[in-house]
């Protein structure tokens, strides 16, 4: 598993709790299935850009929210 795609499920995980919302919420408001949520948040499937988008809409927050900050080199 990716660590990217591991460490963007939890931060889903996260913003999704933060908003107190199930996965199931989130998916209906998205326009997917509770199980594609479930296996992005495990790490084990990645959404496409405009399932990003439609999640980013969702939690109200910026896409980038998601990701990791870029490390300082």
């Known amino acids: 598993m990716s660590e990217l795609r591991k460490e963007f499920g939890q931060r889903l995980r996260r913003i999704r709790r933060m908003r107190d919302l199930s996965q199931e919420q989130l998916a209906e408001k998205?326009?997917?299935?509770?199980?594609?949520?479930s296996t992005i948040e495990r790490g084990l499937a990645s959404p496409s850009f405009d399932t990003l988008q439609q999640l980013a809409d969702v939690l109200a927050v910026h896409v980038s929210e998601f990701f990791p900050p870029p490390e300082d080199k």
Not at 31 to 36: E, K, L, P
């Open 30 to 37: 998205a326009g997917i299935t509770s199980d594609f949520v």
